[in-house]
């Protein structure tokens, strides 16, 4: 599944979707439970609200794991072509980067492009450096 990559498109705008960079924080599905479901296949329901909302609730991922195109443009949502880089260390959980960086893993050099990337700060990920949620389960603290 790595670098796996799920499009559902609307009108003009596509949603991305990059299961790898998901840590299961539930802010789609809680924000827009119609659009966004996971008991569902497909789990995107593009037809289920208005692009505008589809669009803002995209905005709240926390990850980075969802992200969209308009108009079918290379850039990503308007955080990703912020300059500053802001990065915030979440009580209890991952360290979160905001705005696209390139990350360098055991010599690998991944140009990553999304909003926000979470980043494994317990440890315990599977899929490290990238968060995984582990963290919550295993009662990370710190």
Known sequence: MAGLKKKYTKENLTVIWQPDLCIHSRECSKGLPQVFNPANKPWVNMNAESVDRIRNQVDKCP?????????????KNDKTMEKTLQIDVSENGPILINGPANIIYQGNQELKESKTIALCRCGLSSRKP???????REGFKG
Request: negative net charge.
């Open 63 to 75: 990850s980075g794991a969802l992200s969209y195109e308009m108009n079918h443009e290379k850039t």
């Open 130 to 136: 990238y968060c995984d949620g582990t963290h919550k």
